[in-house]
């Protein structure tokens, strides 16, 4: 089955999101650092399992644009620089859908880093 494809993507720069919605009917609300922290270029990801680098200090990151990338994905260009890394429609509608549990994962490391606001308020 085809992965579902965006119908609507919406740049709320006031709110810090990116709103997706998708031809399946569902809709996601991305927080801009949510999607740079989870940003799919090698700098982020590595280059193979285990080489992930924990990116930290981007909770007031913006999003300066979104460009397309032929009828499969986005480019998000960001305003710390960061413009790597492709968001296939397939990635955007796994962060959408697993967002809840990437975020979880993200600030327990973070913890264990000692390098998030937030990640010390969730092991209060």
């Known amino acids: 089955m085809p992965a579902p494809t ?6 709320r720069r006031a709110s810090r999101l990116l ?14 650092e949510y999607l740079r922290v989870h940003s799919p270029s090698a700098e982020v ?12 200090g981007k909770e007031q990151v913006g999003i300066r644009a979104v460009e397309p990338v032929g009828q499969y994905a986005v480019k998000l260009v960001f305003d710390d ?12 509608h796994e962060l959408g859908r697993d967002r809840a549990t ?11 880093a000692r390098a ?5 308020e969730a092991h209060k």
């Open 45 to 56: 990801k590595g280059h193979g399992p285990g080489q992930e680098v924990l990116v930290t």
């Open 116 to 120: 998030h606001p937030a990640a010390d």
């Open 6 to 11: 965006p119908i609507e993507i919406r740049l």
């Open 19 to 32: 709103e997706v919605s998708f031809d399946d009917g569902s809709c996601f609300e991305l927080p801009f």
């Open 81 to 92: 620089g960061h413009d790597t890394g492709l968001y296939t429609w397939k990635y955007l």
């Open 102 to 112: 990437r975020w979880a994962r993200y600030l327990e490391r973070c913890a264990a």
